[in-house]
């Protein structure tokens, strides 16, 4: 939920909030609207931005077919921008009180004060206007450690009733942000999000299924919990597949665990720096004509804020049209020394990145896993990725292994489970070699990223060594 409201405030209401504030603790009842007033009006420098942060975090852990944790932590961060004769610094403060302020602000004004005059620094943004998105659920917000166990429990019989053994988490938040700053930009943002993560374990196999939502509602842990079950006593008595390349089937955990590590590559900084894949290449065709992808933080599948972190607001970016990478992501310095227009991509000032897409689209199609798996002779069905790692930044190859259920595919069925691999694998070899595409839905993988991406069936996926597990 965004708001555009004038941040002008009766002095009487700064004064109750410095009464409430002055105890010190965190507290949903604070308006963080005036707590930033109150904070700007301490600042000396030529311009201030603030920041404040507002969570509520909730997990509960299960393993060995039983609950053994529940934590919850209530936090508030408060950060603060000051910019002196062309020169940028941050501060920050978890309390409220008026001398903690005043110190914070001081502290990110002493900062600027030493830093090197920065040429990219740019002035602030004065008011802007913010597209409306929902994200805000009362269900997860009003979730229970009772509620969240209620569900649990449920998951550990089925386990039990199976011969398996559960583990996961099942977590909830919600968070309130405001971005203001002294040239009049006031942006607010409340959002909630819950977690479930399970994995089902047998002797020598394993299955597992993650789901994210704003809404609680929308995640269904016993049904997450069947099909990790099955995926379990699928890959019973793995059997072992010589290395080499194979028709790979990749769930769209997979697919996101694989592709996510293209999110700077999109990036006009890294083009700037020329670390992207995409340099020299931009506007070649790299990919299949059916792949498609946007950066979208309005799609209704996706999470976020509507600006970035200065204020501007988000932009919707085609960045590959039918297997040609097309544009970048600009924040407002990228923008400038590329004379191009900013996206709502960059990141708080100062930092070393610049600006990434945070909210991947991927264009789907309309073949299912039971399709694709009945379409192949002989192929590899692969559940999820993990333990990733960058082996070549401009071919973009990446190695790592299967995990949690990987599957041999023959003669258009799946005849058993496998022992996992290692595979080293290039992602633009990937996205050039994509024979059929599911529909594109929510995906959450090993890292704690999202993005909207189908599952993919891809020809000569290189599996490069069966791992020792």
């Known amino acids: 939920m965004i708001s555009t409201r004038s941040f002008v405030r009766k002095p009487s209401a700064r004064k109750k909030l410095l009464r409430k504030s002055a105890r010190g ?5 604070l308006d963080l609207q ?17 920041e404040i942060y507002l969570a509520s975090d909730a997990l509960t852990r299960f393993a060995n077919n039983t609950i053994h944790q529940n934590v919850a932590e209530r936090s508030l961060s408060i950060s603060v921008r000051a910019l002196v004769d062309g020169r940028t610094a941050r501060a920050s403060s978890n309390k409220t009180d008026p001398e903690s302020l005043r110190k914070a602000v001081a502290s990110a ?8 005059r920065n040429p990219d620094v740019l002035p602030m943004l004065g008011p802007q206007h913010y597209r409306k998105v929902s994200r805000f659920s009362s269900a997860t917000a009003a979730a229970t450690p009772q509620s969240r166990a209620r569900e649990v429990v449920k998951v550990c019989r089925l386990a039990e009733k199976s011969k398996q053994t559960a583990a996961g988490i099942f977590s909830t938040a919600s968070t309130e942000s405001v971005l203001l700053n002294s040239k009049g930009l006031f942006a607010r ?7 479930f993560s399970v994995t089902m374990i047998e002797q ?3 299955g597992w299924a993650k789901a994210t939502s704003s809404d609680i509602q929308e995640i269904h842990p016993e049904a997450l919990a069947e099909s990790a079950s099955r995926k379990a006593a699928a890959s019973r008595d793995p059997h072992e597949l010589p290395p080499g390349r194979y028709t790979a089937i990749l769930e769209p955990a997979a697919v996101l665990d694989l592709v996510g590590f293209l999110f700077y590559d999109f990036a006009a900084t890294a083009m700037l720096d020329k670390r992207s894949c995409f340099t020299g290449r931009l506007g070649k065709k790299l990919f299949g004509d059916n792949i498609t992808l946007w950066d979208d933080v309005y799609h209704p599948l996706q999470l976020g804020q509507p600006y970035d972190g200065e204020g501007f607001p988000r932009q919707r970016v085609l960045l590959v049209d039918r297997g040609v990478p097309k544009n970048l992501v600009y924040s407002r310095s990228a923008a400038r020394k590329t004379k ?4 709502g991509h960059g990141f708080a000032l100062p930092n070393e990145l610049g600006e990434a897409p945070m909210n991947l689209v991927w264009s789907g199609g309309d073949k299912s896993v039971d399709e694709m798996v009945a379409s192949t002779e002989r192929g590899v069905l692969v559940t999820r990725l993990w333990y990733i790692r960058e082996v070549d930044p401009y071919a973009k190859i990446l190695t790592g292994m299967t995990r949690d259920g990987t599957f041999l595919v023959e003669n258009g069925r799946i005849t ?12 633009i070899e990937t996205l050039a070699n994509v024979e059929m ?10 890292e704690s990223f999202d993005m909207v991406a189908p599952a993919m069936k891809v020809r000569d996926f290189h599996f490069s060594e069966v791992t020792k597990f």
């Open 437 to 446: 595409l599911g529909p594109a839905v929510r995906s959450s993988g090993e």
């Open 340 to 343: 191009s227009k900013p996206t």
């Open 204 to 206: 020598a196999s394993s």
């Open 34 to 50: 005036l707590l930033g007033e109150q904070i700007l009006e301490f600042s000396e420098a030529d311009d201030t931005e603030v």
């Open 25 to 29: 603790a965190p507290d949903s009842r």
């Open 416 to 427: 058993g489970g496998l022992r996992n691999f290692r595979f080293n694998q290039s992602i």
């Open 189 to 195: 943002y409340r959002q909630t999000r819950a977690e």
């Open 109 to 116: 004004v002493q900062l600027a004060r030493h830093q090197p």
